[in-house]
């Protein structure tokens, strides 16, 4: 039994890894992590009361962020004290925030990506195969789509696809083009343009579970590795 704290436990995608992981067998909720002055603090979830306090983190085998920047980094740093693993799909973090979790994976193990859904993961490896074929002769647009909610722009997925652009065929993407409209949940096209043909591969997710799922799934990965930095392609 993997017993979980999650961090944003009342947001959109707390509230779905939180609901997935009581109807899958090997998860325990056991700490509801919620920001200073929710208004939901002392609320329980599945038996557990809403906390803003990041010291609960040490009754957890793992510790899922979903957050905004700041918690992120606040959390982190009690996971490294109470030595607890970490599933992290925060976006928006600075160059210097991902340092520090780039050090304290030398302590425990993190798995931290932008985006959390197996096909996303696949669309990654993808664009890695269709940047190193198509090296000359084409341009790479990214475009981009969330709901009206989401804060940061370009989305860290769209920006992860630019830096396997870049390290793959060692050019820049043309253009990120981000879209923020409705509800929508998270829309990624890659588009490689050429004078002769164009080659499109995108990924579109109809709903928040699939990144949920996958935090689940990297959360029973993560628990049973030596501290690291690990990324979704590495979960099994």
């Known amino acids: 039994m993997i017993r979980l704290a999650v961090s944003g436990a009342c947001g959109k995608m707390g509230s779905r890894i939180i609901s997935l ?22 609320e329980s979830i599945q038996g557990v009361k809403i906390s803003d306090n990041p010291e609960e983190v040490q009754n957890a085998d793992c510790l899922i962020e979903f957050t905004h920047p ?116 998270g829309d990624h096209r890659v588009v490689f343009d050429s004078p002769f043909d164009t080659i499109e591969l995108s990924h579109s997710a109809k709903t928040r579970d699939i990144f949920a799922k996958g935090a689940l799934r990297a959360a029973g990965f993560v628990v049973k590795q030596k501290p690291g930095l690990y990324d979704m392609q590495a979960v099994k």
Do not use: C, W
């Open 21 to 42: 992981a009581e109807g899958e067998a090997g998860f325990k909720l056991v700490a509801a992590l919620e920001a200073k002055g929710h208004p939901r603090l002392g």
């Open 70 to 185: 700041v918690a992120t980094i606040e959390h982190l740093g009690f996971a490294v004290k109470y030595k607890r693993p970490m599933v992290i799909g925060t976006t928006g973090l600075s160059e210097e925030e991902k340092a520090r979790i780039k050090t304290a994976a030398e302590k425990i193990p993190i798995v931290f990506s932008p985006n959390m859904s197996i096909g996303v993961n696949l669309l990654f490896s993808l664009v890695k195969e269709a940047a190193a074929r198509l090296s000359d002769g084409y341009t790479v647009n990214i475009i981009e789509a969330h709901h009206t909610h989401k804060k940061d722009a370009p989305s860290g997925t769209a920006k992860k696809l630019a830096e396997i652009v870049q390290e793959t065929a060692k050019r820049k993407a043309e253009d990120i083009k981000s879209i923020r409209e409705g509800e929508i949940v």
